[in-house]
């Protein structure tokens, strides 16, 4: 069974960085795609980016590209999400996410964690 725990959320003011990681267990994960979406009070959720476990490549929403970045870790099958130069627009609950396959464009995910919580003060 897929298991999903992600941590690392918290307060931070606007500028400022955090790093989540997201702890994957129950299977191996190199022919899967993970991905960090994220749900801000009364909005859709939407995504962040993703990375391919194997190959390494990324993909990322506009938002966020050039400040957020996703790597992960074989040895601790753990994906993190760097997130610098935070702005208050990023306050959300951010998901971690699996899916098989290779693509890092397709935003169809069968596996979700639980969320972890970001807010940051203007």
């Known amino acids: 069974q897929v298991q999903l725990v992600e941590s690392g959320g918290g307060l931070v003011q606007a500028g400022g960085s955090l790093r989540l990681s997201c702890a994957a267990s129950?299977?191996?994960?190199?022919?899967?795609?993970m991905g960090w979406f994220r749900q801000a009070p009364g909005k859709e959720r939407e995504f962040v980016g993703a990375?391919?476990?194997?190959?390494?490549?990324?993909n990322y929403a506009d938002s966020v590209r050039g400040r957020f970045t996703i790597s992960r870790d074989n040895a601790k099958n753990t994906v993190y999400l760097q997130m610098n130069s935070l702005r208050a627009e990023d306050t959300a609950v951010y998901y971690c996410?699996?899916?098989?396959?290779?693509?890092?464009?397709?935003?169809?995910?069968?596996?979700w964690g639980q969320g972890t919580q970001v807010a940051v003060s203007s």
């Open positions: 990375i391919n476990w194997s190959a390494g490549n990324t």
């Open positions: 996410a699996a899916r098989s396959g290779s693509s890092v464009y397709l935003r169809e995910y069968q596996y």
């Open positions: 129950g299977r191996t994960f190199t022919s899967y795609v």
